[in-house]
């Protein structure tokens, strides 16, 4: 039998096997057609986010995970297939597997039910589904830490220890909320409507929280009369747009400490903050971050991959994951 750990996450889908290490990590993105009247997936992950971006909108694009929660069963169901059969190069006959799932942790019971529902649909024999934070925890091989997964959908601030999730919060504010801060910044000052893609690529070549950092860049998006305009965009300008989304998150683990018990409340103190996610790339994040909270800041080793490498530990300390769920894992 075959371990997987699988990161259900708001963008990107995960896969990480027991001994092997990562497998797999794509756009959780599909591109569909009828067939007899049936929806097919033709591509997925990055060959579809390359067919997209030359398609100008002229492909039926699919998106069956937003925020971390399945919202299209069939679609999804059809991807983890089409995923599985990548990895291990078979068309019909797939392995036995087992996986470990992390999902996001303010997912609700009928919301857990889907995704076990639909992993079984895709052909997994066995699913353990943990929360994320959980993972990351199994990740450090810490007892204890709280963790802030800033990623593109969300952000999961989690006061965790080895009995499992203390107190947290999960809010949608993160890569997708900072890319339409800076679009309605432009709107609002300028007039101008710019695509979401656009402020995407903008956003990781010259977003900087750091003051003396302020490169200019134009950009092309259409007015409010609809007539193209062409825009100088800068540094200084992204980062306040997106600072005021930073800050809430800031107040969001202000508030995870504030409400944590004593005693982890000193561990937290005295090994500061764990932080992860795709969006703490942001140059001079860490460091605003540690200002902000006067706390220490560590980045996790592989921040892209932390959570599903977390969940392949499992597999060697079931006891562990047996305690931190409260079940009996065999």
Not at 60 to 88: A, Q, S, T
Not at 140 to 155: N, R, W
Not at 284 to 307: M, V
């Amino acid at each position: 039998m075959i371990e997987l750990s699988i990161d259900l996450g708001s963008k990107t889908f995960r896969v990480a096997q027991r001994g092997a290490g990562l497998l797999l990590c794509e756009p959780c993105v599909a591109i569909v057609q009828k067939v007899k009247n049936k929806n097919e997936i033709v591509d997925a992950g990055f060959s579809a986010v390359s067919i997209i971006s030359k398609s100008m909108g002229g492909v039926n694009i699919v998106e069956p995970v937003k925020e971390g929660i399945i919202v299209n069963e069939d679609i999804f169901i059809k991807l983890v297939k089409f995923f599985l059969r990548k990895i291990y190069n078979r068309k019909v006959m797939m392995p036995t597997i087992k996986a470990i799932i992390s999902i996001t942790s303010a997912m609700s019971n009928s919301e857990r039910r889907v995704v076990e529902k639909c992993f079984f649909k895709a052909g997994i024999k066995e699913i353990i589904v943990v929360e994320s934070p959980i993972s990351l925890l199994a990740e450090t091989e810490t007892i204890g830490g709280l963790f802030v997964d800033i990623g593109g959908g969300k952000t999961e601030v989690c006061a965790v220890t080895n009995r499992g999730i203390v107190n947290g919060y999960t809010v949608n504010i993160a890569g997708d909320a900072f890319n339409q801060a800076i679009i309605d910044k432009a709107n609002m000052q300028y007039g101008v409507k710019i695509g979401n893609t656009t402020i995407e690529t903008l956003k990781k070549t010259a977003l900087s929280l750091y003051l003396n950092d302020d490169g200019s860049y134009p950009i092309t998006g259409g007015g409010t009369s609809g007539e193209i305009k062409t825009l100088t965009m800068t540094a200084k300008f992204m980062r306040e747009a997106v600072i005021p989304r930073i800050n809430d998150i800031i107040e969001v683990v202000m508030l995870v400490i504030s409400e944590t018990a004593p005693e982890l409340a000193s561990e937290i103190s005295r090994k500061g903050i764990f932080l992860t996610g795709n969006s703490v790339k942001i140059p001079g994040l860490i460091e605003y971050f540690q200002k902000a909270l006067e706390l220490k800041i560590s980045l996790l080793s592989d921040i892209d991959n932390a959570t599903v490498l977390g969940g392949t530990k499992f597999f060697n300390n079931k006891k562990l994951l047996s305690q931190m769920l409260g079940v009996k894992i065999i």
